[in-house]
């Protein structure tokens, strides 16, 4: 018998991976990378939805064995309470080895988003508080959970991002990224982000925590929460002290889409509870991810002056 | 709409959830000079297949720049940074995501402009598909052929030229046949199999997704139809396994895998493999993932392998396929795509990264420089930046690899300034330099050969006569005539005088010698080394034969004592046979 064109072409047709699998295996193959080359690398975990997946993926790329470095989380102090019992008990559970990290001389003196304003409030506890980890661990490499779908300025980014030795990202002169091979070059102080979930998008993320059976935040799924409105966004309210004046809390269906600090991130309005529910929730939606995400949308190409600065 | 009864609408979401899931990934890249309005293209590509959320369209109409004209300035879905919002142009590689009921699409949208052709090369090294913009209004200038060569280069199998622009210029059937007609005719000078040609108008829409009323004429497909339905070429290269050790995992005593990304071929438990540069034969033991054991790896699979037989293997190796090896070699020519403004200088040692695998290498050789005007080959001495060359290279270390054409993954390498540390050129391999790569194509006989180590057996076979300790007391011009002598007739000899070895060390040089097979001729003072009983040690050092000739009664004169040594040593000599 012999094999006819079609054949040939069926069969090798059969042998491609679907588009999940394939950016599974670009991701694990960037995580071990990055692994291999760098002296520390560290893994910034954020508790949300993509953190989680390249976790998973951390998990998958070095199985049987541990995950070789350690995980950063950067607390602002106003992370949601459910998100840092998520990451406790998650974090033990399967053995990491987890640094928490917060820029405490700010904490102290009051820092939050109503008077310094988001970005100068994101600079203190976010980047500031990031950097500085970054320096205390002695990190040269940081893996982030970015993607370029998530916003323009992220759209430019290489998978391995080179920042200098203050942290800083210049757009300008970024390194030429070609095939899969990437420049791991550095020198002392200066650092490289790497991004394996670069080729991502929000649907392929969702996907993979279904197929893939990954524990999420509960914040993600749909139930009746205390909320307040305010200025458009859906505020939930833990406890009484968080109400402005004049403001009731009502009870109200509704989950998160992204997660980030309580001041800064809305809820949507929504019934899907489980998450191929939350994927199909996905297709009837006409706005983006960040959109409930304040500090994107404080002046044009602000994630820019961010990034520029040392945010992720 | 009606209600739907639970369990449908679990069934529906399910073969939603399927169907998402089993969609294919098309890469796609798009190059185009200054004002094709390949952002307009790609924004308009986004707004019309709804991967636009509407938010984002509100932000780009407030925006305060637009410079389209039209209501909505498409670029600015794309162009992310201010300078180039401010600027009205695109400065670097930005990476598009969008999906339809059919595929997956990522686009990596590059430059036009002159100094930025490293990003072209950026985005085509991983595309599956090009689309090339080409402005019916000025037809193809020399960035179209810089465009079109760069895309044959970097070895994309499809290449789309979008003739855009055609609102300008009332839709004409004459103007698009003969830019069709020239780009072919490119596309064949580039040997560009796959071509196709759609006639456009990104600001206005037309045959981007939807059909363009206004030109009847054509009776193609829009791009979008294209991009969904054009054949993939299946990721496995070819038989020939090429699997590079990323990162060896042990986790424990018991566990030994060897992480990495096949390359080529389709591995199996089983399969017989040769890791390179040790040139050591294993089988495949397993396909370890977390996902529980594989039957089988192929590209583009992250897996990790355990073998049968410990191995000599670590990171930067690689594990082939026995009958089909790469070629191995130092010395290589290479297509090379500069990028830095800093020139490339022969005989200057540059980092390079292939695959996994780091090297330093030197360029030796410009055979030419190829000029993007007319595509022709010449002379060059240096290459500045966007330069295209075809250049020989010497590495330290041998490098793996198959011709790039064969295997985009074992082709391809960068080039890294050792000083600044920047991503300086990209090359792709065409052939190897070296005579040494010859018997490396020889067949599995060789290699079974080549695993066997060298044995004492192997060394006297070559050596003619088995290893024999011969000592001579108080005569030392004795022992050098006979060293002589010794050698003369065809024996592997060495002269050793005890006296000028340090305390303790003459039994380790003793193994040494016998361990080569050598016939070792000791001379040494009685007065000094009395008491050491000559046999047991040459019983200890293994030696088959000792020769004590103290105990032969040798003539006194040093040419007859010669001689009769000689009639001593015949059954050292190993037979024929």
């Known amino acids: ?312 | 709409m009606a209600p739907v009864a639970p369990s449908d609408r679990h069934d529906g979401l399910t073969s939603l959830l399927e169907h998402h899931l089993n969609k294919d990934l098309l890469r796609l890249t798009t190059a185009g000079s200054v004002d094709d309005g390949k952002s307009t293209l790609i924004g308009r590509l986004l707004h019309d297949s709804k991967a636009v959320y509407e938010d984002q369209l509100a932000s780009v109409r407030s925006s305060r720049f637009n410079r389209s004209g039209g209501p909505i300035d498409f670029a600015l879905l794309t162009d992310g940074l201010r300078a180039e919002r401010e600027q009205g142009i695109t400065i670097d590689v930005a990476y598009r995501y969008f999906e339809t009921p059919l595929r997956k699409f990522i686009i990596a949208d590059t430059p036009g402009h002159e100094q930025y052709t490293r990003n072209m090369a950026t985005g085509a090294s991983t595309a599956d598909l090009a689309v090339i913009l080409v402005d019916a209004t000025r037809g193809l200038l020399s960035q179209t052929r810089r465009h079109g060569y760069i895309a044959s280069l970097l070895g994309i199998p499809n290449v789309v030229a979008a003739i855009n622009k055609m609102d300008l210029l009332e839709y004409q059937e004459d103007v698009f046949l003969n830019l069709q007609g020239e780009f072919l005719a490119l596309a064949r000078q580039l040997g560009i199999e796959s071509v196709v040609c759609i006639p456009i108008s990104a600001l206005a829409g037309d045959n981007v997704v939807n059909r363009a009323d206004r030109m009847p004429w054509y009776e193609g497909s829009t791009l979008l139809e294209h991009l969904e339905t054009v054949p993939l070429r299946p990721d496995a290269n070819d038989d020939a396994v090429r699997f590079p050790v990323q990162y060896v995992l042990r986790p424990d005593a018991n566990f030994r895998g060897f992480a990495g990304q096949v390359a080529g071929g389709t591995i199996r438990p089983g399969s017989a493999v040769l890791a390179l540069p040790s040139r050591q034969q294993s089988r495949v033991r397993s396909i370890v993932t977390y996902d529980g054991a594989e039957p089988e790896a192929f590209c583009p699979m992250s897996v990790t392998l355990t073998l049968e037989d410990e191995i000599d293997l670590s990171r930067g190796d690689i594990l082939v396929s026995p009958e089909n090896p790469p070629r191995i070699s130092r010395n290589f020519e290479a297509m090379v795509v500069w990028f830095h403004s800093e020139p490339l200088v022969l005989g200057r040692s540059y980092l390079i990264k292939h695959n996994v695998r780091a090297a330093r290498a030197k360029a030796t050789n410009i055979r030419f420089r190829v000029n993007m005007q007319t595509l022709e080959q010449e002379p060059a001495r240096e290459l500045k930046m966007n330069d295209i060359a075809s250049v020989e290279f010497e590495a330290a270390n041998p490098l793996f690899f198959d011709p790039y054409t064969r295997n985009r993954a074992t082709g391809s390498l960068i080039l890294i300034d050792p000083l600044s540390n920047a991503t300086v050129g990209a090359a792709m391999i065409e052939t190897d330099l070296a005579a040494i790569a010859e018997p490396l194509t020889e067949t599995a006989i060789g290699w079974a050969h080549w695993q066997m180590p060298v044995t004492l057996e192997d060394r006297q076979e070559r050596h003619g006569h088995a290893s024999a300790l011969v000592l001579v007391q108080d005569r030392p011009r004795l022992s050098v005539y006979l060293e002589r002598a010794l050698f003369a007739q065809g024996f592997e000899v060495l002269h050793i005088s005890a006296a000028a070895i340090p305390a303790g060390h003459l039994r380790s040089i003793l193994k040494l010698s016998r361990s080569i097979g050598l016939i070792v001729v000791l001379s040494s003072e009685s007065v000094r080394q009395q008491g050491i009983e000559w046999e047991a040690v040459a019983a200890e050092e293994r030696f088959e034969f000792l020769f004590d000739l103290a105990k032969q009664d040798l003539p006194q004169d040093d040419g007859e004592a010669v001689a009769a040594v000689l009639s001593l040593v015949g059954p050292l000599r190993r037979s024929n046979e």
Not at chain 1, 18 to 34: G, T, V
Not at chain 1, 63 to 84: A, N, S
Not at chain 1, 248 to 260: H, T, V
Not at chain 1, 264 to 284: K, L, N
């Open chain 1, 1 to 312: 018998m012999t094999l006819s064109d079609e054949d040939i072409v069926n069969q090798a047709a059969r042998r491609r991976l679907n588009q999940l699998k394939s950016l599974e295996a670009e991701s694990i193959y960037i995580l071990r990378e990055a692994a291999a080359e760098f002296t520390r690398p560290v893994m910034l975990y954020s508790i949300g939805k993509d953190s989680s997946v390249m976790l998973r993926l951390a998990q998958k790329a070095f199985f049987p064995g541990k995950i070789p470095f350690p995980l950063l989380h950067i607390d602002t102090g106003y992370k949601f309470p459910e998100m840092i019992a998520f990451r406790d008990s998650y974090t033990r559970e399967i053995g990491a080895n987890l640094i928490v990290h917060q820029n405490r001389e700010a904490l102290e003196q009051g820092a939050n988003p109503f008077v310094l304003g988001t970005q100068k409030c994101c600079g203190l506890l976010k980047t500031k508080a990031l950097l500085d980890a970054l320096a205390e661990g002695g990190f040269d490499a940081a893996f982030g959970g970015a993607r370029r779908d998530e916003e323009k300025s992220r759209a430019k980014e290489r998978i391995y991002s080179f920042r200098d030795s203050l942290g800083q990202w210049d757009p300008k002169n970024q390194r030429p990224e070609l095939w899969n091979i990437f420049n791991s070059r550095i020198n002392k102080g200066e650092s490289i982000r790497v991004f394996p979930l670069s080729n991502w998008t929000e649907l392929d993320v969702w996907l993979y925590i279904h197929t893939e059976q990954i524990p999420i935040v509960p914040l993600y799924f749909a139930r009746e929460r205390s909320v307040v409105l305010r200025s458009g966004s859906i505020v939930l309210i833990h406890s009484e002290d968080e109400l402005r004046r004049g403001e009731r809390p009502q009870l109200l269906q509704c989950r998160m889409r992204s997660l980030g600090c309580v001041p800064c991130t809305g809820a949507i309005r929504s019934q899907a509870d489980t998450v191929p529910q939350i994927i199909e929730e996905m297709f009837s939606f006409r706005r983006s991810e960040r959109e409930n995400r304040v500090i994107d949308h404080d002046e044009e190409g602000s994630m820019e002056l961010k990034k520029r600065e040392g945010y992720f």
